[in-house]
DNA sequence: TAAAAATACTCCATAGGTATTTTAT
DNA sequence: ATAAAATACCTATGGAGTATTTTTA
């Protein structure tokens, strides 16, 4: 009842500030994993201090050691957090609200990566349920404008109205995939002159034009020519590697399209160069979705902007 | 170790101010008790909203009413602050750090008035510990000075360089007392015309040179006028009633010294009209006091500003 | 229509960033 | 000499205030 509380101006984000320099026993580390500068860092744990009337941390220019008090504090702290996060979890589930969310993802993302952006958003968003199905981009687009589809994820191509997309990873480098038996295969590397009197196979122009003409485009800024190019209604990484290896022609695909397909003993991969990258993949959502959605996003932009840094290696 | 966070952007904060409208089930009234404007609450709570992705009141311009979700989470929410407050505790004591708070008081301060003030800073500062001395306001700033002295309590009178102040208490109601078979303890009333054949007992010059003046200011302006001053070596309330009894004089001194004495049945209090009163209590610290007690001085500010809104009256 | 919540704006406190200095090894 | 924390300074987000509008019993 009492207006006046207890520890005024110490908030959450101290806590988690607190925590990781606990952990870390380093302003510069524990600032970066909590991304950001070291000097606000120190201000916050100084605050933090001044609030408690307490010194929690020891402190040189070299060293940073917890004081009895701060290992006190960890104590408290670590269960209380938790607890927080169990609170949100809780109550988003008792809510309902967060009705699962539908993201869409085009075949060729490779199964980790699309793995290490849901586990991010699964701690990001305790409650958060999701229900991920295999969309060409052009009617992801279209579901995310009419509100049947929450996010998508696919390789960047164009821009479009009223979609709002963020870089979730970067473009994968590409390998050449040839029949086991091809003249080629011989090879470790292969290059342009290798590559010339070749057949190209790509996926159908017609499954999303503005991403064949890109590749087709980068393909020929790095210089190479092929004798023909030859379109196949592909869709999964199989699809490709038996058109491949009924010889169609050479595919141009990520490096971990060999790992994804059980058609490995069919075709060989082998890398190119100068060496090519695919498009970066990115999420879209629908600039005007639900209010409910904004902190998700927002969640989603923080978990693609780290992504894109560490890479999916993260697991 | 994920850097992402669940739940971002909420803060204590925000749990302070949804467990305040749980509870209250009306955002004006909630915002009061926050002290704070009913906008800023409307705001953090639908931000807090946002946040979890879920709705946790229903509200329409006449009723509020939690949703399940915003049961769910105030269950979780209350042990959670209380832990929080808990851990706030453990660490200050473990600390050790906050030494003793030493305190001055000059002995005529009420009883109760000083309580509330302790349970209040105790409220706010749980691992606190007070030690209370009677000290005369000279002597106070002497050791605020010197930092033998965390913080004084007397009654306002001239301002000393290198300390802060703000009031704590509105000055009390001046009564008279005079020896119980007095002539005037007839009358329940007194005033300037009764009180100019009498001598006016008031406490040694030396002990207190500025609120001795300001005192008889004081009572000059109110239109008494006194056949003498005789000033008595008085510092407890019970030699003051002493100096009465035994003649020296009418004493003016708060109301509430009646009861601090156990001279009742040889004294007797009498209302005066017009009525005069003392000079408001202040609390006082030093302007260059450590670092570590900057926070509990923010906390001194806000308490004395609660005291001297709602009166001592809240215990 | 009246009480209460939501909006619209304004302001300022402060969280966080960058550049630099200090310090201890 | 160097790595790391502290300090100084700056910017900008957003928390909180005041005034106003919208809503529904």
């Not at 990873?169 to 091809?182: D, M, R, S, V």
Request: with cysteine; proline share 6%.
């Amino acid at each position: 009842m009492t207006a006046i509380q207890c520890a005024p101006g110490v908030e959450l984000r101290h806590l988690r500030y607190f925590l990781a320099l606990f952990e870390e026993l380093h302003f510069g580390r524990a600032a970066a994993r909590l991304q950001m500068a070291q000097p606000p860092l120190s201000q916050s744990i100084r605050k933090l201090e001044d609030a408690l009337g307490v010194r929690l941390f020891h402190r040189t220019s070299r060293t940073v050691a917890p004081t009895e008090a701060g290992r006190v504090f960890a104590e408290h702290v670590r269960p209380l957090l938790a607890n927080f996060e169990a609170a949100v979890a809780d109550t988003k589930h008792s809510g309902g609200t967060t009705s699962e969310l539908r993201i869409g993802c085009v075949p060729d993302v490779p199964i980790e990566r699309l793995l290490s952006f849901l586990d991010l958003m699964r701690a990001a968003y305790p409650g958060v349920q999701t229900q991920v199905m295999q969309l060409m981009p052009r009617e992801q687009v279209s579901r995310l404008q009419d509100g049947t589809l929450e996010y998508g994820i696919f390789h960047y191509a164009e821009d479009h109205e009223g979609i709002d997309l963020v870089p979730l990873f970067a473009g994968e480098q590409l390998a050449a995939f040839l029949p086991k038996n091809h003249r080629l295969a011989v090879k470790d590397v292969l290059g342009p002159d290798d590559l010339e009197e070749e057949d190209l196979a790509i996926f159908s122009r017609a499954n999303d034009p503005a991403l064949h003409d890109r590749i087709l485009a980068t393909v020929g800024e790095a210089g190479y020519r092929f004798r023909s190019v030859r379109e196949a209604g592909c869709v999964t990484a199989r699809d490709v590697m038996l058109a491949v290896a009924s010889g169609l022609g050479v595919a141009l695909r990520p490096f971990s399209f060999k790992d994804a397909s059980d058609a490995g003993s069919l075709v060989s991969r082998r890398s190119i160069s100068p060496p090519m990258e695919m498009p970066e993949t990115v999420i879209a959502w629908a600039s005007n979705a639900p209010r409910n959605l904004r902190m998700i996003t927002e969640s989603v932009r923080a978990v693609a902007d780290v992504l894109r840094q560490t890479g999916p290696a993260d697991r």
